[in-house]
């Protein structure tokens, strides 16, 4: 099946700076990313959708100007958590899908945990 | 918009029990459904999706689900736990569009 790639697994970052999380679809091109945050325990919290070429449409609650995402080619969409603070402490999934909408599978990066200290 | 309900937050079998975890979901237009598993710390891996052919999909792992419209529900099943079956189970579902949406997560516990 199709390889989505995350980078990096884990990061610990100091309070007040910035992180950076790349989201690559290996063998596919991917015109739509989404991002996802994962409290311990919790399900999948869908923060944004990234489209290739345009703005990310962000669910309701979700901070644009703290979470900025970048989709700047077919395989590429990167998440900055912005003057990060520990509460922002999470796991962030993205996934891609392949095959077109409705049926597509969505093949998941391998996550990144993030920790703020 | 469609949305998913995972019954039961937590299900625990004895190893070679039957598995059963719950998913019913909610759409104004034929669904696409999807099982995926997650094992600490990493991504969503597929197990089986329902795309509106057989009504009883196959998965990895031994896995099924069979999609019931009139109980608007796609449970998935598996006749023997193994071990290495302890993990996080996700339903989900997809309209026509790019949308997906995950249910609660029921984590599965398999005793010895």
């Known amino acids: 099946g199709a390889v989505v790639s995350q980078h990096p697994s884990r990061v610990i970052c100091k309070s007040g700076t910035s992180v950076k999380i790349e989201c690559r679809s290996l063998?596919?091109?991917?015109?739509?990313m989404f991002w996802y945050r994962q409290f311990p325990k919790q399900s999948l919290m869908l923060m944004a959708t990234s489209n290739e070429g345009s703005k990310a449409t962000y669910e309701q609650g979700v901070e644009k100007d703290k979470f900025l995402i970048n989709h700047a080619s077919l395989t590429l969409s990167t998440l900055t958590v912005t003057s990060a603070h520990p509460e922002d402490s999470s796991f962030y999934i993205c996934s891609a899908r392949d095959g077109g909408q409705g049926a597509g599978e969505a093949f998941f990066g391998q996550g990144t945990r993030l920790t703020v200290v | 918009a469609q949305s998913v309900t995972q019954l039961g937050s937590h299900v625990s079998v004895s190893e070679g029990a039957l598995v059963l975890l719950r998913c019913n979901y909610s759409s104004s237009v034929p669904p696409y459904l999807f099982w995926y598993v997650q094992y600490p710390n990493q991504g969503l891996q597929l197990l089986l999706k329902y795309t509106s052919a057989a009504t009883l999909v196959k998965g990895i792992n031994g896995f099924e689900a069979e999609f019931k419209k009139s109980e608007t529900s796609f449970h998935l099943t598996k006749p023997s736990a193994h071990m290495s079956d302890a993990a996080e189970y996700f339903c989900a579902v997809s309209d026509g569009n790019n949308d997906m949406r995950f249910g609660a997560g029921t984590r599965l516990t398999v005793k010895p």
């Open positions: 063998d596919f091109q991917a015109t739509t």
